[in-house]
């Protein structure tokens, strides 16, 4: 039986600015990544975000990033190794925390935008990344780009971890992502982004924008919640996979 997991990025309001639609992703989605205050999100967003997901069962996740709220964590930096594992440690240990207090608890990790993208290139760095918030939870599962640098990472660690891949953004072919300023590199069509999903998942493989195989082991899809059509996006591709037979199910994570 082939079973997959949905997840979305999520909890990036700050104060009274909203940041996507992140009540009706919950209904849809079976994990949840969490912004920690540093890219995006504040504590209350927080604590509210993961109480709505708790009350649909949905799993936690802490979603940590550089701390660039105006550049939304999207732009890189060059950060010493140190201070990175701290801002990494801080943003974790919040979620943690959080999670605890509301009565649930945090299952995974997952690196948020150009911390993401630079470790998905350099294992050094994504290592750097994965054993300072597993020095805060040694049980967290590790979500990687499948195929990537990440997943190096994860393997030489031998922590949990699960393979993702996204809806919405187009490949390169060393399955990293393209870059957001190039034309194709977000998918907004919900019925594109189901189909692909149902490609991908049955064919255990990456499918670049220019027609590459990338075998690889998928256990959850990204479904980024701060674009315009990202609940209908979720919607589509959930249909999608239960339709071609696909378990729509939390991961349980990996060390193989």
């Not at 009706?24 to 990544?33: C, D």
């Not at 069509?189 to 490609?199: F, I, N, S, T, Y």
Request: aromatic share 4%.
């Amino acid at each position: 039986m082939t079973r997959v997991d949905l997840n979305a990025d999520m909890g990036e309001s700050f104060g009274p600015w909203t940041m996507g639609d992140d009540a009706a992703l919950l209904q849809t989605v079976t994990s949840a990544n969490i912004a920690c205050g540093a890219h995006a999100g504040d504590p209350s967003v927080m604590a509210r975000t993961m109480r709505i997901a708790i009350e649909n069962g949905v799993g936690l996740g802490a979603h940590p990033g550089f701390a660039d709220l105006q550049g939304f964590g999207r732009r890189r930096l060059n950060i010493p190794r140190a201070e990175l594992q701290d801002l990494i440690r801080f943003q974790v240990a919040a979620s943690v925390g959080v999670a605890r207090a509301l009565g649930g608890g945090v299952r995974h990790l997952k690196l948020h935008g150009a911390l993401a993208n630079m470790a998905s290139e350099d294992e050094a760095l994504a290592r750097d990344c994965y054993e300072a918030a597993l020095s805060v939870d040694p049980n967290l599962i590790v979500m990687v780009l499948c195929a990537t640098a990440q997943e190096q990472a994860v393997r030489a660690l031998g922590c949990a971890f699960a393979g993702e891949i996204f809806a919405d953004r187009a490949y390169n072919e060393d399955a990293t992502l393209v870059d957001r300023s190039l034309e194709g590199a977000v998918i907004h069509d919900p019925e594109l982004a189901g189909r692909r999903m149902v490609e991908m998942v049955q064919a255990g493989a990456i499918l670049t924008a220019t027609g590459k195989r990338i075998e690889t082991s998928i256990d959850t899809i990204c479904l980024h919640g701060d674009t315009p059509t990202a609940v209908q996006i979720a919607r589509s591709v959930r249909a999608a996979l239960e339709t071609a037979g696909v378990t729509v199910t939390q991961f349980d994570g990996r060390r193989v």
